[in-house]
């Protein structure tokens, strides 16, 4: 069954990783989708590749730290398709610096693209998503939830979906659907054109309750279900899709 037949989905940082497999699942629901993306070569490519399986897809290059490709992005999707039914928030950067030596710009890097460029898409997107009574999804992570060394940039850009999920779930109450998808460890490799390729063990599968490490699909199903009409009466939630990794206690042995 085609869920999105006749329906228009932008999924930002599409061309490759999560993205790219929840662009490439709506697709294959019969949506129309938008892949946007800073990589502009891999976005044709995920166009194209999305075309060859008989699906419907136009590219875009952005870079959604700049308010202005933000603004054009939306823009451009009316223009070429002439409707908005599902706006997927996916783009996630980190800083990879220490705390101490970290500079300034690299937190207004990573929250600009994380977080305001998702409030910047909805506040955008909201008009024409709410004649359709669309949908939103914020990708976030287990992150927000749980921290490693010097990753706060991240950490707190993906807290702040959380709340910024919950504002506009409220905000566009009877209009249009938020909710957010908090992933946990997924491995992206099958879905990189750019040789990336995780490697591994036996371990790091067993540590998980679910018995294994997450994949791209994981998530585009759970982004399917909450942007489908079967999700109607779910609205400001967050999901985890970890493998049971945040419920599990951990000790020093």
Request: hydrophobic share 45%.
């Given at each position: 069954m085609?869920?999105?037949?006749?329906?228009?989905?932008?999924?930002?940082?599409?061309?490759?990783?999560?993205?790219?497999?929840?662009?490439?699942?709506?697709?294959?629901?019969?949506?129309?989708?938008?892949?946007?993306?800073?990589?502009?070569?891999?976005?044709?490519?995920?166009?194209?590749?999305?075309?060859?399986?008989?699906?419907?897809?136009?590219?875009?290059?952005?870079?959604?730290?700049?308010?202005?490709?933000?603004?054009?992005?939306?823009?451009?999707?009316?223009?070429?398709?002439?409707?908005?039914?599902?706006?997927?928030?996916?783009?996630?950067?980190?800083?990879?610096?220490?705390?101490?030596?970290?500079?300034?710009?690299?937190?207004?890097?990573?929250?600009?693209?994380?977080?305001?460029?998702?409030?910047?898409?909805?506040?955008?997107?909201?008009?024409?998503?709410?004649?359709?009574?669309?949908?939103?999804?914020n990708i976030a992570s287990t992150r927000a939830l749980q921290s490693e060394p010097?990753?706060?940039?991240?950490?707190?850009?993906?807290g702040g979906l959380l709340a910024l999920t919950h504002s506009l779930a409220v905000t566009l109450s009877g209009k249009v659907r938020v909710n957010c998808i908090l992933p946990g460890w997924i491995a992206t490799d099958e879905w990189h054109y750019d040789g990336f390729r995780w490697k591994l063990t036996r371990e790091d599968h067993e540590q998980h309750p679910a018995g294994r490490v997450g994949q791209p699909e994981d998530i585009a199903h759970a982004a399917l279900f909450l942007a489908s009409e079967e999700a109607g009466f779910i609205t400001g939630i967050r999901l985890v899709v970890d493998g049971g990794m945040t419920v599990k206690m951990i000790y020093a042995e």
């Open positions: 085609k869920r999105f037949i006749g329906k228009v989905a932008l999924v930002t940082g599409s061309a490759q990783g999560i993205g790219a497999a929840i662009a490439d699942l709506l697709a294959r629901e019969g949506a129309a989708v938008m892949v946007a993306d800073v990589n502009g070569r891999f976005a044709v490519r995920r166009r194209d590749d999305i075309r060859k399986e008989g699906g419907k897809a136009e590219c875009i290059r952005v870079d959604v730290g700049k308010p202005a490709d933000v603004k054009r992005m939306v823009r451009e999707t009316l223009r070429k398709f002439g409707r908005l039914d599902v706006l997927v928030n996916n783009v996630g950067i980190g800083s990879g610096k220490p705390l101490r030596s970290r500079p300034l710009t690299d937190w207004d890097k990573v929250i600009a693209a994380n977080l305001r460029a998702a409030y910047l898409a909805a506040q955008l997107a909201a008009p024409e998503l709410g004649r359709r009574r669309g949908s939103i999804v010097d990753t706060e940039p991240y950490s707190a850009s993906k």
